[in-house]
């Protein structure tokens, strides 16, 4: 049976964002354990879902595209007992809740939300955060930073 799985995510800004943009994080960390209970007993397989677990605020006069980017490929992993591994990004999502539409952490900015001005109103663009383990994943502790920017 698959140990449970302590999964943390930080969160932070990029510096970069556009002159007349304002971008505030609802969420800094998401902290979260994967239950035994919560692994598929035939695939060895167990997906977490935050829900709106990332919340993030645009105000802009002008249009905005907000992007997001890992700063590494892989999870930085400390494992409760046993050998290091390396897990890629890949196994963490963001949906919007919205639309509905995946987005998957890369090394490069993506868009994940946009719109025109704001109109002096903090609009919210919320993400449901999924993450995903396998059975081989050991126990221990995950953690990637996510910078975000408007342009």
């Known amino acids: ?3 449970a ?3 943390m995510v930080a969160l932070c800004l990029a510096s970069r964002p556009a002159a007349a943009a304002n971008l505030q ?10 239950p035994p209970g919560a692994y598929n007993p035939a695939t060895g397989a167990a997906t977490v879902t935050i829900s709106r677990g990332l919340v993030a605020q645009v105000n802009t006069n002008k249009k905005w ?5 890992a700063t590494s490929a892989n999870f930085v992993f400390t494992p409760l ?6 897990k890629s990004v890949s196994g963490l999502q963001l949906r919007d809740c919205t ?13 994940i939300d946009n719109g025109s001005n704001t109109k002096g109103r903090w609009l919210d663009s919320v993400f449901d955060v999924i993450f995903q383990v396998t059975g081989t994943d050991p126990a221990g502790q995950y953690s990637v930073i996510l910078e975000f920017q408007v342009i």
């Open 1 to 3: 049976m698959a140990m």
């Open 81 to 86: 007992s046993g050998p290091t591994v390396s």
């Open 65 to 69: 595209s907000l992007q997001m980017r």
């Open 25 to 34: 994080m609802g969420t800094s960390v998401i902290s979260f354990s994967v």
């Open 5 to 7: 799985t302590t999964a």
């Open 99 to 111: 639309a509905g539409s995946l987005f998957v952490p890369s090394l490069s900015f993506t868009t």
